[in-house]
């Protein structure tokens, strides 16, 4: 199955995707978005922005909500500036 490419240009080959997806990727997708789009979802949606985005990121509030999120997604955690090199000799070449 054709599942695309990279950023860097490599396919996407290998792909496992949940039991319950039944190895179908539409199946997968489909499902994943009628749970998105869901009440539940919808009504609970403002905690999972106050963990990612707000208050419960780190520090004492972080750690009441166990947010594994890593360091990496949050602005000023790491020194980026390493990879940044990186990626520009990544489009040089």
């Known amino acids: 199955m054709n ?3 990279k950023h860097t240009g ?3 080959n290998e792909v496992e995707l949940p039991k319950w997806a039944k190895n ?3 199946f997968f ?3 994943s978005r009628e749970s998105l789009e869901s009440d539940h979802v919808s009504q609970n949606l403002h ?3 106050d963990i990612i985005f707000g208050y419960k990121q780190k520090g004492p509030e972080g750690e009441k909500m166990l947010n594994c999120f890593p360091a990496i997604t949050y602005e000023d955690e790491i ?3 390493e990879m940044d090199q990186m990626m520009m000799k990544s489009y040089e070449q």
């Open 24 to 26: 179908d990727p539409y």
């Open 29 to 31: 997708c489909q499902k």
């Open 3 to 5: 599942f695309g490419k």
């Open 79 to 81: 020194d980026t500036t």
């Open 47 to 49: 905690k999972w922005i």
């Open 10 to 12: 490599e396919e996407v």
